[in-house]
């Protein structure tokens, strides 16, 4: 790219992240005002997950993940060659059905391992306090209350790191993450398309919040206390999504994530339900395919 070209970006980046905090101080100036950042108080007589049953999800999630996802590729891949799919198409559907299958299995699997395994722990996890005011109409109201006032500090973070490294890294565009990948390939496609949101936007929340908010961060908050254990859940549920694919991406990836995942288990303690950041997750990636749908990421 020739000095024009990179000047051109540099003011477009410059006016983006001023757009971006200009947003970040309006709506977190009008979210103190009306409340909504508050003290988090303390459950009583919480039953918290034991080490060993946070141990054991994970387990199973990475077992699932590598095990299942082996034999469902190679199952649909015997089935979609009798298909007689153009070359084109082939791995695409390969991808869509691949994924959209192995995370429908590890969601539900998960779900009833642990609601099995303890069902006061699990109930716990979904409603920590359960009270005539915290319905579950209001957490999904709140979730998108939220989202107004944390998508521009996320945005925010992402432009801040996307300045850096153009300014001292000199990169210019870093690769998408993995997600987004398999979105664009999808493109084209409706069916594929539907599977990858159904992905997306239905399985994934669902299991990311149950594992890192619910059992992860809850039993942290018994060892670490609310503000280290939202902090190391935040922090280890941002590294899950690190890949070597994503090469310097993963600066942007990872931090801007645990900004988001920060605000999740802010959340999920605040509204003492795991409704709230599983709605707020959900409204990020669908708003995120939104983007990319309409403006291609623009």
């Known amino acids: ?23 970040a101080v309006v ?26 049953l946070v141990i054991k999800l994970f387990i199973i999630y990475l077992f699932l993940a590598f095990f299942i996802g082996k034999i469902t590729m190679i199952v649909m891949t015997k089935i979609i060659s009798l298909l007689k799919l153009p070359t084109s198409e082939i791995s695409v559907a390969l991808l869509a059905w691949s994924n959209f299958i192995v995370l429908g299995i590890i969601t539900y699997a998960l779900i009833y391992i642990a609601r099995r395994s303890d069902k006061v722990v699990f109930s716990n996890i979904w409603k920590i306090k359960i009270t005539k005011h915290n319905s579950i109409a209001k957490d999904i109201f709140f979730s998108c209350y939220a989202w107004i006032i944390i998508l521009p500090i996320v945005l925010l973070t992402s432009q801040i790191i996307d300045l850096f490294n153009l300014v001292v890294l000199n990169i210019e565009q870093t690769p998408d993450q993995l997600a987004v990948l398999f979105l664009k390939r999808t493109l084209g496609h409706p069916l594929y398309l539907t599977l990858a949101i159904i992905s997306i ?31 190391v859940a935040s922090l280890t ?18 931090i801007t994530l645990f900004v988001l995942a920060c605000f999740l288990g802010y959340l999920y303690e605040r509204q003492k339900s795991l409704i709230t950041p599983i709605m707020l997750h959900m409204i990020f990636n669908a708003i995120s395919i ?5 403006f291609q990421g623009v």
């Open 237 to 254: 549920f941002a590294l899950f999504h690190f890949s070597i694919s994503q090469g310097l991406g993963n600066i942007n990836i990872i």
């Open 201 to 231: 936007v239905g399985f994934t929340p669902f299991l990311e919040e149950i594992l890192f908010r619910g059992y992860l961060q809850t039993y942290l908050k018994k060892v670490l206390g609310i503000k280290a254990s939202i902090a």
């Open 27 to 52: 709506t977190t100036t009008a979210a103190w005002i009306f409340g909504f950042f508050k003290k988090i108080q303390k459950t009583q007589n919480q039953k918290f997950p034991t080490l060993f």
């Open 290 to 294: 939104i983007n990319l749908f309409f």
């Open 1 to 23: 790219m020739d000095v024009n070209s990179s000047q051109e970006l540099l003011k477009n980046q410059l006016f983006q992240l001023l757009f971006c905090f200009i947003a």
